[in-house]
Every structure is written in C-alpha cells, then in structure tokens.
C-alpha cells in the first residue's frame, strides 16, 4: 500500500467521529454542519521543521501538539469554538531517524489528538505527500462564534486596559512545543465582559501589541514592570543577558491572549480573576498612534515592535 492508503486507514480506525461532520475521511471533500447560523471563522498556519522546531530534537508528537495547538489559538484570539481541523502534511521521503514516512505521519496525528479530543476538534481532512525536503504541517482550523460574535483585534478605545493572560518570555526554552492555546478561557471572558478586542501573543509582546493597536487606530502603553514573567525568560536572561523583560516583549510564542477591555469591567475581570490562569494588567489603550513604554519612573517614551517577523507576506 502506497503511504496515503496506509495512513487512511490508520485514520478511519483511530480519528474520533463528531456529529458536526456528515461526511469526513474517505470521500473526495469533508462536509461539515450546523453552519447556516454562525459564519464559520477559518485560520490556517503552516509549521516546517527547523523553523518551528527541530525534528530530530523532539518526538514528533510535540510538532504535532504545537501544529494544532497555534490554530486553535488564533481560534481562541476570535472567541471561536474550534469546530474542525484540515491537516495537510508534506513528509520527508525516507521518514525521519528510525521512522519511515506513515510511521512519522501517524506519530505526527498521535500529538495532535489528545488536544483535538479535549478541545473538541474532529479532524475532518486533509492531504498527505512525500518530498526530498524537510517536514511541513499546514493545519486549517474551523471554528464558531458564541453570540456574542467575534472577537477582533480591532475594537480597542482610549481608556481601554490591555490585560494578559499567563506568563511572558523564553518558550524557546520548550513552552513553544507544549502550547495551550486559550480557547476555553477566550470564550468564558468574551461571555462574561464586554471585551473590545483581543490577539494571542504569537509573535512578541511588543510586535502583537503594535498590532492591536494599529487594526483599532489608536496607540497602546505597556507599563514595562507590569509584565508577568516567565521564568523561562529569567533562566533565558542569565544565559544571554538580554533582560527577561526584553524576552518578555519580543520572544513571542506564548500563545497567550492580550485583552483591550474598557477601565470599569477590566478592574472587575482583575478583582474576579475568573480563570485559573492569572489575568494581569500590562498597559493602555491611548488615542495617540504608536507603541509606547513607561519605564520604573512612570516616564513614557516610544517603544520598538520587538518580535519575531515571518519572511514574506504574513
Ligand atoms: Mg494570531
């Protein structure tokens, strides 16, 4: 059997069913359910080993988790209910180590089910190929909105407090790999407060924020003490000396939501913290353009978009 047939009928023995697919593996297009109500919200992400990871530094199960887990999260920065996955894998020829290419293909979806299962995501498609090159993952995501709509990045108003949720810095230290992408927590903030706008830290504090504030035309202050640290951006800081805060604006891969929520419900949403992740006050949302820091003396001065900018287009 040729590698697609192999792993299609690993596929249709081990893929969970959902009602929202009427039809998924096995014919030419997967039909989905249930959207005549919501418009559908569709995010795809392209991973490749040595710039997302380093293949023969992890088990493969982690590219897969990480593959899945960054759609979600863009899912997440909407408030959308993932729905569906596509996942389109282009395999190294001859497999990777000891793996032949279907053994690295079914290792690959064994990451990303446990995440699909718990979040509630069929995987509903996709494409599998072979190539002389390295490994390549391209996800699409479907997810839903709650009535309360989509949340975009670009609702933010003077007055408004920029919230975070978790830790900043230093995921190359491994977190990059082990992303929880905050789907559940969007949803139950986007229900509870009137958010204004949101965006998962994919790419830097700074670089997101920069972002944020661009789509919604106005500028953004980020009380640069205010920000919650991870210690991986400490343990980062003792190795190469670049502050933890510096790690903190520009590392990106945290995956962590940034809020723009108006002054009354953010310091509820702080005195609540609803969630059981810590929700922090980093900044605000002021009418002048631009990205803007306040040091430990409350001086403010402009502040650069650190953070990690893809080649091309994106
Ligand atoms: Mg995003």
């Known amino acids: ?10 596929l249709k023995a081990n893929l969970p069913t959902s009602p929202r697919l009427d039809i998924g593996l096995g014919d030419d297009a997967a039909v989905l359910n249930g959207y005549c109500e919501s418009n559908p919200v569709v995010t795809t992400d392209m991973l490749t080993d040595g710039v997302d990871f380093v293949l023969e530094e ?19 920065a909407m408030a959308a209910k993932p729905v ?10 001859h497999g ?15 990451g990303m089910l ?12 996709g494409d599998t190929n072979t190539w002389n090159g390295l490994l390549a993952i391209s996800i699409t995501a479907i997810g839903e909105t709650t009535s309360r709509g989509p949340l975009k990045r670009s609702g933010a108003q003077p007055g408004d407090q920029l919230l975070v949720t978790g830790r900043l810095g230093g995921s190359i230290l491994g977190r990059h790999l082990a992303v929880e992408p905050r789907v559940a927590e969007a949803i139950v903030l986007h229900e509870r407060y009137p958010l204004h706008a949101g965006i998962d830290i994919s790419d830097g504090l700074a670089l997101d ?3 944020l504030a661009e789509a919604s035309g106005v500028g953004a202050i980020l009380d640069l003490p205010a920000i919650p640290l991870a210690e991986d951006a400490l343990r980062l800081s003792d190795r190469d000396g670049r502050s933890a805060i510096e790690h903190a604006l520009g590392d990106g891969e945290d995956f962590e939501l940034m809020l723009s929520v108006p002054d009354e419900a953010a310091q509820k949403l702080l005195r609540d913290q609803p969630l059981s992740v810590l929700i922090t006050r980093i900044g605000e949302i002021v009418a002048d353009a631009g990205l803007w820091q306040l040091d430990e003396s409350g001086k403010r001065m402009p502040l650069a978009p650190l953070g990690y900018q893809h080649q091309g287009a994106k």
């Open 58 to 76: 992890i088990d493969p199960r982690q590219a897969g988790h990480k593959a899945l887990a960054v759609n979600l999260s863009d899912l997440a």
């Open 209 to 211: 924020t920069s972002r």
């Open 96 to 110: 990777s180590g000891k793996l032949s290419a279907t053994e690295l293909a079914i290792i690959l979806y064994e």
């Open 1 to 10: 059997m040729s590698i697609e047939e192999d792993l299609i009928a690993w």
């Open 114 to 125: 446990p995440l699909a299962e718990r979040l509630g995501i069929v995987i509903a498609g």
């Open 84 to 93: 569906a996955a596509f996942v389109s894998l282009v395999l190294p020829r």
